[in-house]
């Protein structure tokens, strides 16, 4: 019998395994303490947990962590992690340290099925939807190594990751099953605690699932734009061609009627010559006015200077233009900002995090030489450029 793996479930999941086992249903809360809060995967150390609840654990379930492939510190902190998720496949993590917060940005799929013209995922295709173990072990990784190299932050709260973005590979809509308890888990105040204002879904815009991701879990919400109207978005973002531009909005405006945050982040990437003209930007001021769609929208703007690959035949946006297209956002009256490339040194940027996993054969030799480096354990790779404790981060 395969061990159950309990970083699959939320609470409620948890208190159904433990009722399982003829345990009580409020076993589950100490056990998410000791899981995600203390960052243990041994039942033997569960110290305050019954012996005979131990075995019992120990013949059915297991904490099963991501193998890690390679792990990178940039020159700004930046830190990527590339796990293992089996059949060739691998997905990235990237955790981003700033004065105020610590943000980890979470991958939901291996590879993506929308295929935007701009995205090195999408060009890769996809290969499966993770699992809401996989999905929580990127962040239970990133949260308890970094805690355990001394990242701390200072203060009595021990944790290191603030804020969660689903922004890294993959739809995170278009694996919405495994990714609703994920967020149960961040939200959780037995597990990471953290505020629905710092748990941020960004989707290309799958206009149902935006209404029932509002109706059970409402966290902050992002969406990707790139396009003032259907014919250069159908181009840009395929998905497009589904429900539309207008459809989108709609669902955006409904969504704040329960969002934590009283406004809609949009993200936009800036390609040269081809959406990041002064009519762009001016339609999209238009878009989200009273006379769009939608009717007035409250939105923020984040502008994303394209990060290059080979395969998509475009290129980014110069720094004047990008300058030029969010003073004009501004000065319609809605706050833009442009995003900061972080851990460039260490292909961390948007967009770039499957610059590697692209080529299925190089992504091959690496996780053979991960595999490699593999310790007696089976679960913790040697870090190719090892994290230190002093530095930047600490
Ligand atoms: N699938 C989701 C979340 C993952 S992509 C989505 O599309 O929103 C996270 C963000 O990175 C999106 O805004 C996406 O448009 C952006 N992005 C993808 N490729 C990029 C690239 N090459 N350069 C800059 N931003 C990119
Ligand atoms: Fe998928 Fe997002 Fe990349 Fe589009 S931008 S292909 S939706 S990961």
Redesign the pocket.
């Known amino acids: 019998m395969t061990a159950v793996n309990l970083l699959d479930f939320d609470l409620d999941g948890l208190a159904a395994f433990c009722e399982r086992l003829g345990e009580k249903r409020f076993r589950a809360v100490q056990l998410m303490r000791w899981i995600h809060q203390r960052g243990e995967s041994e039942f033997e150390r569960m110290s305050d947990l019954a012996k005979a609840f131990r075995a019992k654990l120990a013949g059915a379930a297991e904490v099963r962590a991501l193998p890690v492939i390679s792990e990178h510190r940039s020159a700004d902190g930046t830190v990527k992690w590339l796990f293992d998720v089996g059949a060739g496949n691998a997905i990235e993590t990237v955790f981003i340290p700033e004065d105020d917060r610590g943000t980890l940005c979470v991958s939901s799929q291996a590879g993506?099925a929308?295929g935007?013209r701009?995205?090195?995922?999408?060009h890769q295709g996809f290969s499966r939807n993770l699992s809401t173990g996989e999905i929580l072990a990127q962040l239970w990784h990133a949260e308890h190594s970094l805690r355990r190299l001394g990242v701390g932050r200072s203060g009595p709260d021990p944790r290191v990751i603030t804020n969660v973005v689903?922004?890294?590979?993959?739809?995170?809509l278009q694996n919405y099953a495994a990714v609703i308890p994920a967020l149960r888990v961040m939200l959780d105040d037995h597990a990471y605690g953290l505020s629905r204002r710092r748990v941020t879904v960004?989707?290309?815009g799958m206009v149902a699932k935006i209404d029932t991701l509002r109706d059970e879990c409402p966290v902050a919400l992002?969406?990707?734009l790139?396009a003032p109207d259907d014919e250069l978005r159908n181009d840009l973002v395929p998905l497009n061609r589904k429900d539309g531009l207008a459809a989108l909005l709609r669902a955006c405006k409904r969504y704040l009627e329960r969002a934590p945050r009283d406004f809609i982040t949009f993200?936009y990437?800036m390609l040269d010559g081809v959406n990041d003209s002064d009519a762009h930007a001016r339609a999209l001021l238009e878009l989200v006015s009273a006379r769009g769609p939608a009717g007035r929208l409250p939105c923020k703007f984040n502008l994303?200077?394209?990060?290059?690959?080979p395969q998509?035949g475009l290129r980014r946006s110069a720094a004047p233009r990008v300058q030029a297209f969010a003073k004009l956002l501004l000065d319609g009256g809605i706050v833009t900002t442009v995003r900061k490339t972080r851990g460039d040194d260490i292909d961390a940027?948007?967009?770039?995090l499957a610059g590697e996993v692209q080529d299925r054969t190089r992504v091959e030799v690496r996780m053979q030489r991960g595999r490699e480096r593999l310790s007696t354990d089976g679960k913790v790779a040697a870090p190719v450029r090892p994290l230190a404790p002093e530095g930047p981060l600490a």
Do not use: R, W, Y
């Not at 701009?118 to 999408?122: A, L, P, R, Y």
């Open positions: 993506c929308v935007c701009f995205c090195s995922t999408g689903m922004m890294g590979m993959g739809e995170p960004s989707t290309s992002a969406v990707s790139h993200e990437c994303i200077p394209f990060n290059p690959f998509s940027a948007c967009g770039q």
